[in-house]
């Protein structure tokens, strides 16, 4: 336990002396009007579906197996002569996601593994020109998603256990890639070039969602030279967003904080330690277990937790972005795409409590949450034991509350600190929201 503990302490500090040299480096950034907008449209749309796609899929075991089974890199990268997603339909995934009520898609355009599943001349370990498929999946996607009114974002990953050139850090050691052929400055160029294609090729982009910066926290002194990197991209797209799921508090430069697995202010998962910033909020989380394709997890998280997680982070004035590994036929799992359905049917009779709205003056409690939109606070009750409800509203005046589907009256009672609920009987429902009007 005291070794477990110095590791722990060690890593922390690291970690921190790299934030800070990061920090240090990109003060000075001011986001433009557009990209101020761009934020405000963000926190609006509240929901999004993450979609982990890869060579990976095919092994269907997770997106980490390269790692994870020590898989020599040339022997992996044989798998892409054999992907060939046949039922691969970039308007049928927009539909079914649209279908839950998700305002935007984020999609790997590079994972760990390295391989780029975009038509990209930097390298030609790609989906098109390393596999029989030979389909731009990335611009089949952009294109549908721009055809249809819904927004897409990028992720892209720090981290490469194929490239030679890339930097070894602490993961991806049995990959057999030589020590010798490191190359920072290769590898960087490479990365940026990537960036470049993705945000020349393909229309508007919503988010480069970063990943990968936490592989170097044992190397204090790495510098990932985030500061011209983001200048590279707000310079293409200045309205486009840059997270980056580093796991500590955002730096200058980043338009959005991400929470990996837990809701802001929460670590159960250990990922999300990290203080709260200002910038718009987003927490991640998979619809099963594992963010890749997994063909023994079938634990899918039911309509009800998917729902209540959803108002949860809206209540904590946080995105949901929630997760969904493609099968390697290139279709979604059936179970997805009916649990999106369900969602979107919840979505469709409750989407104007969540969408557009902060998280509420009532700070979230064991029952629920509140969400806020101009004069209009939603009390969302997910776990209530009882017909009355006690809510700390302070000297806010309270206009009159009604149930929000049946609009019918619910009854009020000022007192001290607040005011009491009185529902006709215990809530049942996977979110029972009352709407109270009130004056500021």
């Not at 790997?108 to 596999?131: I, Q």
């Not at 190397?219 to 985030?226: E, I, K, T, Y």
């Not at 997805?336 to 003056?361: C, H, N, P, Q, S």
């Not at 809510?391 to 019918?408: C, E, H, I, W, Y």
């Amino acid at each position: 336990m005291k070794k477990l503990f110095t590791t722990v302490m060690l890593t922390l500090a690291l970690t921190s002396t790299m934030a800070q040299q990061t920090v240090q480096q990109s003060a000075d950034y001011v986001p433009t009007k557009e990209n101020l907008e761009a934020r405000k449209h963000f926190q609006d749309e509240k929901f999004g579906i993450f979609l982990h796609w890869g060579l990976y899929a095919m092994l269907a075991t997770g997106e980490w197996t390269m790692h994870n089974a020590d898989l020599n890199y040339k022997e992996y990268a044989k798998l892409a002569g054999g992907f060939y997603p046949s039922r691969f339909n970039a308007k049928e995934w927009v539909e079914q996601i649209k279908a839950s009520g998700a305002k935007y898609i984020c999609f790997t355009t590079r994972h760990h593994e390295g391989f780029s599943m975009f038509d990209t001349k930097y390298s030609d370990y790609n989906v098109v020109k390393a596999t029989p498929f030979k389909r731009d999946i990335v611009k089949e996607l952009a294109d549908e998603c721009h055809r249809q009114g819904i927004d897409i974002h990028f992720y892209y990953s720090h981290i490469d256990w194929q490239r030679e050139d890339a930097p070894l850090g602490r993961t991806g050691h049995g990959t057999g890639r030589p020590k010798d052929k490191q190359n920072w400055k290769s590898y960087y160029k490479f990365m940026n070039n990537q960036l470049t294609e993705l945000l020349t090729n393909y229309g508007k982009v919503g988010a480069i969602w970063f990943d990968g910066w936490w592989d170097q926290d044992i190397n204090p002194s790495f510098d990932w030279q985030l500061p011209e990197q983001y200048a590279l991209i707000h310079s293409l797209q200045p309205a486009c967003l840059i997270g980056n799921n580093h796991h500590v508090t955002p730096f200058p430069g980043e338009d959005f904080q991400m929470f990996e697995r837990d809701l802001p202010g929460e670590n159960s998962a250990g990922l999300s330690g990290q203080s709260i910033s200002q910038l718009p909020l987003e927490t991640c989380e998979t619809m099963n277990g594992m963010w890749g394709y997994k063909i023994t997890d079938q634990n899918y998280k039911s309509t009800h937790t998917l729902i209540q997680y959803l108002v949860k982070a809206a209540g904590k004035n946080a995105n949901l972005l929630m997760n969904i590994g493609p099968q390697p036929d290139g279709c979604l799992p059936a179970v997805a795409v009916e649990r999106l359905k369900e969602m979107g049917d919840w979505m469709k009779v409750y989407g104007e409590t969540i969408y557009g709205t902060r998280g509420g003056f009532v700070a979230p409690h064991d029952w629920g949450v509140t969400t806020q939109k101009d004069n209009r606070l939603f009390v969302h009750i997910l776990n209530l034991q009882d017909k009355v409800l006690y809510l700390p509203t302070g000297n806010k005046q309270m206009k009159k509350a009604v149930d929000f589907v049946s609009r019918k009256a619910v009854k009020m009672q000022k007192c001290q600190g607040g005011v009491i609920l009185t529902l006709d009987a215990v809530p049942t429902a996977v979110d029972q929201v009352i709407e109270i009007g009130f004056i500021q």
